[in-house]
Nanobody
Framework: QVQLVESGGGLVQAGGSLRLSCAASGRTFSSSAMGWFRQAPGKEREFVAAIKWSGGSTYYGDSAKGRFLVSGDNAKNTVYLQMNSLLVEDTAVYYC???????????????????WGKGTLVTVSS
């Protein structure tokens, strides 16, 4: 019954910006954290960013640090990903993810997400 729906993907030129959004559709759904992953053709799924609602701590994968910003609204079960200085290698399907279980360590976010959206395609052109 839990659904995560991403939006905001599209085509953007290298150096440009894009903002992704994701909202959980279940009325009773609540999460401990939400975040973003991506997968490019021929590559494994990669952790991009996440936010832990309690305390608002944010976490970033190496490729996102310094360029992307994750934020959200816990009351709305909504998470955003502001992507700046986009590179061609950022081209991927971006997936929203959520965790209801405890977040005691960063690995809970990197490897322990429990719910997933269907993804939104981001294409960065040169």
């Amino acid at each position: 019954q839990v659904q995560l729906v991403e939006s905001g993907g599209g085509l953007v030129q290298a150096g440009g910006s894009l903002r992704l959004s994701c909202a959980a559709s279940g009325r009773t759904f609540s999460s401990s954290a939400m975040g973003w992953f991506r997968q490019a053709p021929g590559k494994e799924r990669e952790f991009v960013a996440a936010i832990k609602w309690s305390g608002g701590s944010t976490y970033y994968g190496d490729s996102a640090k310094g360029r992307f910003l994750v934020s959200g609204d816990n009351a709305k079960n909504t998470v955003y990903l502001q992507m700046n200085s986009l590179l061609v290698e950022d081209t991927a399907v971006y997936y929203c993810a959520a965790r209801r279980g405890p977040v005691d360590r960063e690995s809970n976010l990197r490897h322990g997400m429990e719910y997933w959206g269907k993804g939104t395609l981001v294409t960065v052109s040169s």
